[in-house]
C-alpha cells in the first residue's frame, strides 16, 4: 500500500492506494474507486474493501473526501453530496495517469452512502466502466422524513443548517453536533451504532465522533439519486438485505438502473432494519459474501 494525493478543485486529497499482491510495475492493470459512507474516513470501510480487492488483481483506491481525515476542504466535516461526486471523478482522472493502471478498465464501488455519491458519479462519467454497492444508502424527499422525523424534522434540519451557513458567511464560524451518540438526541447518528462507537469497529483516531457540520443537512436532505438510474448503463451490481437500511430503495433503483448487465445480491439476515447494515461494513461474514460478489463482478466487466 501506498499513500497517495491527487487534487480534486483546489483541494489536495490524501488515499491509500493497494497494489495486487503479485504486483510488477511494467504489468497494466484494472482498477477500482472504493468509497465508504458518509463522514468517514480511508481508514475505516473504504480502506477495509480496497484491502481486500486488491488480493484480485485490482489496484484499489480508498481516500479521504474533501473537508475530512487528511484531504485538504474547508469547512471541516461538512457533508457535501455535490463535492463528493466530484471528488471521486477526479479520483478516476489521478488513476488515469498511473503507467500501471489500464485506463479503460476503471471501476467504481460504494458502501452505504457512497453507493449514493458513486452511482451518481458514474452516470455522470463515462470512464467508470462497472460499479458495485454494498449496503446502499438511497433515498428521495419521502425517504428521509421516515428517518429524519417526518416532514416537520427534516424542514427543522434544513432551517439549521440554512442558519449555519449563513453563520459561517458572515464570521467564518462553523456549528457543529456530534457525528455519532446513543445520548445526543442532535447528533447526526441517534443511536446505539456499536460499528461508530467501538474503538475496535469504526472509531479510529483518523475519524471524529463528535464533528458533524450542521450545514451539512440542507444538502445531505435535499439529495435525490434516484433518477440518476435511468441514466446508469454500465454493469451494476447491488449486494443488500432486508436488515440493511432502506431496502425498498435498493431495489427500487436496481428496478429503475437502465443497465442491461446488472444483478440485484440479496443477503439473508435475522437481523431487523438497519442493524444489518453495519454488519456489512466490518465484519468478516457479510464483508467476505460482498468481496466475493463484488470481486467477481468487477474483474468479469473490466
Known amino acids: 500500500m501506498d499513500s497517495v494525493s491527487f487534487d480534486s ?3 489536495r486529497l490524501a488515499g491509500n492506494l493497494y497494489y495486487p499482491p503479485d504486483y510488477t510495475p511494467d504489468q497494466k492493470y484494472p482498477a477500482i474507486v472504493v ?8 481508514e475505516q470501510m473504504a480502506g477495509l474493501y480496497a484491502r481486500h480487492l486488491c488480493e484480485y488483481g485490482l489496484i484499489c483506491l480508498a481516500f479521504d473526501f474533501s473537508n475530512f481525515g487528511e484531504s485538504e476542504g474547508e469547512p471541516r466535516f461538512y457533508e457535501h453530496p455535490e463535492q463528493k461526486v466530484i471528488d471521486i471523478k477526479n479520483a478516476v482522472t489521478w488513476l488515469q495517469h498511473l503507467a500501471d493502471v489500464d485506463i479503460e478498465r476503471i471501476g467504481a464501488l460504494g458502501i452505504c452512502a457512497g453507493a449514493m455519491y458513486t452511482l451518481m458519479a458514474t452516470t455522470e462519467d463515462p470512464r467508470i466502466k462497472a460499479v458495485a454497492t454494498v449496503a446502499s444508502w438511497l433515498q428521495d424527499a419521502e425517504a428521509v422524513k421516515l428517518i429524519y422525523g417526518g416532514e416537520e424534522g427534516v424542514n427543522s434540519k434544513i432551517a439549521a443548517a440554512q442558519a449555519a451557513k449563513h453563520r459561517y458567511a458572515e464570521t467564518g464560524e462553523v456549528e457543529y453536533i456530534p457525528s455519532v451518540s446513543k445520548i445526543d438526541t442532535s447528533a447526526a447518528m441517534f443511536g446505539p451504532y456499536d460499528y461508530y462507537l467501538n474503538p475496535e469497529r469504526g472509531a479510529v483516531p483518523n475519524w471524529s465522533a463528535d464533528k458533524f457540520a450542521v450545514m451539512s443537512w440542507e444538502d445531505w436532505l435535499t439529495l435525490d439519486p434516484m433518477p440518476s438510474a435511468l441514466n446508469l448503463t454500465v454493469p451494476l451490481l447491488m449486494i443488500h438485505s432486508d436488515g440493511a437500511v432502506l ?3 435498493t431495489r427500487k433503483y436496481f428496478d429503475s438502473a ?19 447494515q453495519f454488519c456489512f461494513y466490518d465484519q468478516p461474514t457479510e464483508v467476505a459474501i460482498a468481496i466475493e460478489q463484488t470481486s467477481e463482478w468487477l474483474k468479469f466487466y473490466l
Open 9 to 11: 478543485n483546489g483541494n
Open 35 to 42: 468509497s465508504g459512507s458518509w463522514t468517514t474516513v480511508k
Open 247 to 249: 431496502p425498498l430503495y
Open 258 to 276: 437502465a443497465a442491461k448487465n446488472k444483478r440485484l445480491f440479496w443477503v439473508d439476515t435475522d437481523l431487523a432494519s438497519p442493524m444489518h
